[in-house]
C-alpha cells in the first residue's frame, strides 16, 4: 500500500458518498412539514395552511392568523437498502469472502420548527430551522462493494429567516436567506497486498469534512385567482460550500508493515464542487366545496449542477477530478384534503419524483437513487381555536435500480461493482404540533 494510491482512492470515496436514507431525489429530504406529509408534500408551494409555508413559499405567511404562528413538526424516517451481487469483480489484491452487505438503509429522526409574527399590517416575519440534505447509509464489513465505499454521513442543517408582504388582495411576496451548516463523513474500503498479516477487511479510507456554511436564497409569490383557486411560485437558490478536512487511512489490524504503516498519515484535503441544487415549484390549492380541496404541483431540481468533484490539498494541488454526471429532476405530486367536521381534516396524497441518476454506471453504493412514487395519508385535529395537531404517514416505493461501477484501486487494477438493489422502499412518519397567539 503506497501513499499515492491511498490518494486516488480519496476521490471515489468522496464520489460514492453523498447518500443515506433521503426521502427525495438525490440526497434531498422531503420532510419539512408534518402536515404536507399527508399530502405527498404536493401543492406545499401553495396550501399556507401553517407555519412549514416559511420553507416551501415565503409568500404563504400572509395567509396565516394575525399577531404569532408556532409550528414544531417531528418526521421519523426510514429506509430499507439491500444490495444484490450480479457479477462483481473481485481483485486478487483483496482476499476477503465478500457479501452483499447486510440492511445498509437505516432510521432517523429529523425535527423541523417554524415561527411567523405579523410585525405590521400586511407585513410578516418568520424564521424556520430544520435538516434539508442527507443522513446514513451503512453496509457491513465484508461488503463485496465496500472499495466504491461502505459508509456515508452527510447532514445540512438549514436556519431561514424569511419576510412576506401582502401587495393586495391578488398578490402576496415573500423572500428569505438560508444559512445551512453541512458536514460530511465517508468510509471507503481500500485493498492490501495478500502478504499483510490480518482480515483485510479492516483496512479503510476515512475522510472526514470539518463543519462548514453556506448561503442561499429562497423567493415566492402566491396569487389568489379567486376565493377558492390559489397559486404559488417559489424558487429556491442551490448552495455551494467550501469543504475542508482530513483524511487518514485506518486498521484495525496489528503488525501490519512498513507499507501499511507509511499509509497513516493524516492529510488535509479539500473539495471542490460540493453544492446543493436549486429549485423551483409551481403549485396550485383549488376549493371545490366547503368539504373537499385538491393540491397539486410541479418542481423542477438543478441536480446537474452535480458534474463532479474535484479533491485538492489546501496548496490547490489537484489529487483527481472525477465525473458525477447527476441530470435535472422533475417531481409532480397530487393531494387531496377532506374536511369531516370543524375538528377533523383528512389528507391523501400521491407524487411522482425523479432520480437524477440516469446510466447504471453512475449510480453508486451509498446512493443507490432511482425514480420513486409516494403515497400518502394524514389527519388533522382541532384541540381548540388557537392549536391543532397533524399526523401524517407516506410509503415510498422505489424502482429497482442496478449498478455496473468501474472502481480504480491503483496502477491497473480495476474493480468493476456489478449488482442491483430490488424492493428499496421508506416509510416517513410525522406529527405536527400548531399554535397560533
Known amino acids: 500500500m503506497t501513499k499515492s494510491l491511498t490518494l486516488r482512492l480519496i476521490p471515489a470515496l468522496m464520489m460514492m458518498g453523498f447518500a443515506g436514507v433521503a426521502s427525495a431525489s438525490g440526497f434531498a429530504l422531503q420532510n419539512q412539514s408534518g402536515s404536507a406529509n399527508g399530502n405527498a408534500f404536493a401543492g406545499a408551494a401553495a396550501a399556507a395552511e401553517d407555519g412549514s409555508t416559511i420553507f416551501f413559499n415565503p409568500a404563504g405567511m400572509t395567509y396565516?392568523?394575525?399577531?404569532?404562528?408556532?409550528?414544531?413538526?417531528?418526521?421519523?424516517?426510514?429506509?430499507?437498502?439491500?444490495?444484490?451481487?450480479?457479477g462483481t469483480t473481485v481483485?486478487?489484491?483483496?482476499?476477503?469472502?465478500?457479501d452483499n452487505g447486510g440492511e445498509a438503509g437505516g432510521t432517523a429522526f429529523l425535527p423541523h420548527g417554524y415561527w411567523s409574527w405579523s410585525v405590521a399590517e400586511d407585513v410578516w416575519f418568520g424564521v424556520g430551522v430544520g435538516p434539508t440534505f442527507g443522513n446514513k447509509t451503512e453496509y457491513d464489513d465484508n461488503f463485496i462493494g465496500r472499495n466504491a465505499g461502505f459508509f456515508a454521513d452527510i447532514e445540512?442543517?438549514?436556519?431561514?429567516?424569511?419576510?412576506?408582504?401582502?401587495?393586495?388582495?391578488?398578490?402576496?411576496?415573500?423572500?428569505?436567506?438560508?444559512?445551512?451548516?453541512?458536514?460530511?463523513?465517508f468510509k471507503q474500503g481500500v485493498p492490501v497486498n495478500t502478504a499483510a498479516p490480518g482480515n483485510v477487511n479492516q483496512n479503510y479510507l476515512h475522510v472526514e469534512g470539518d463543519p462548514?456554511?453556506?448561503?442561499?436564497?429562497?423567493?415566492?409569490a402566491m396569487f389568489q385567482l379567486s376565493p377558492s383557486t390559489r397559486l404559488g411560485v417559489s424558487y429556491r437558490s442551490g448552495i455551494s460550500f467550501d469543504i475542508e478536512?482530513?483524511?487518514?487511512?485506518?486498521?484495525?489490524?496489528?503488525?501490519?508493515?512498513?507499507?501499511?504503516?507509511?499509509?497513516?498519515?493524516?492529510?488535509?484535503?479539500?473539495?471542490?464542487?460540493?453544492?446543493?441544487?436549486?429549485s423551483l415549484s409551481f403549485a396550485v390549492s383549488q376549493k371545490l366545496s366547503d368539504r373537499w380541496e385538491l393540491l397539486g404541483d410541479l418542481t423542477w431540481t438543478n441536480w446537474s449542477v452535480w458534474e463532479k468533484l474535484t479533491l485538492k490539498t489546501l496548496s490547490g494541488t489537484t489529487l483527481a477530478s472525477l465525473p458525477y454526471n447527476f441530470e435535472d429532476t422533475w417531481r409532480v405530486g397530487l393531494g387531496a384534503n377532506y374536511k369531516y367536521n370543524d375538528a377533523w381534516k383528512f389528507r391523501f396524497g400521491v407524487a411522482y419524483d425523479e432520480s437524477p441518476i440516469k446510466r447504471n454506471?453512475?449510480?453508486?453504493m451509498t446512493l443507490p437513487d432511482?425514480?420513486?412514487?409516494?403515497?400518502?395519508?394524514?389527519?388533522?385535529?382541532?384541540?381548540?381555536?388557537?392549536?391543532?395537531?397533524?399526523?401524517?404517514?407516506?410509503?415510498?416505493?422505489?424502482?429497482?435500480?442496478?449498478?455496473?461501477?468501474?472502481?480504480?484501486?491503483?496502477?491497473?487494477?480495476?474493480?468493476?461493482?456489478?449488482?442491483?438493489?430490488?424492493?428499496?422502499?421508506?416509510?416517513?412518519?410525522?406529527?405536527?404540533?400548531?399554535?397560533t397567539f
Do not use: C, M
Open 64 to 86: 396565516l392568523p394575525k399577531g404569532h404562528s408556532l409550528s414544531l413538526s417531528g418526521t421519523v424516517l426510514n429506509r430499507s437498502i439491500k444490495f444484490k451481487n450480479t
Open 91 to 98: 481483485p486478487t489484491l483483496n482476499n476477503a469472502t465478500p
Open 156 to 185: 445540512h442543517i438549514n436556519i431561514n429567516p424569511s419576510f412576506a408582504i401582502k401587495v393586495n388582495d391578488f398578490l402576496s411576496l415573500g423572500l428569505g436567506v438560508n444559512f445551512t451548516r453541512a458536514q460530511v463523513e
Open 212 to 220: 462548514t456554511w453556506g448561503v442561499g436564497a429562497n423567493i415566492g
Open 245 to 278: 478536512g482530513k483524511q487518514k487511512y485506518k486498521s484495525r489490524i496489528t503488525g501490519a508493515g512498513p507499507a501499511l504503516a507509511a499509509a497513516t498519515t493524516t492529510q488535509k484535503v479539500t473539495a471542490d464542487g460540493y453544492e446543493t441544487p436549486g
Open 361 to 364: 454506471s453512475d449510480r453508486t
Open 370 to 435: 432511482s425514480d420513486r412514487t409516494w403515497l400518502s395519508l394524514g389527519a388533522k385535529y382541532t384541540l381548540s381555536k388557537q392549536a391543532s395537531v397533524d399526523v401524517a404517514y407516506s410509503h415510498i416505493f422505489f424502482k429497482d435500480a442496478k449498478t455496473d461501477r468501474a472502481v480504480p484501486l491503483g496502477g491497473s487494477t480495476v474493480q468493476t461493482v456489478r449488482g442491483e438493489w430490488n424492493n428499496n422502499s421508506a416509510d416517513i412518519l410525522s406529527v405536527q404540533y400548531n399554535h
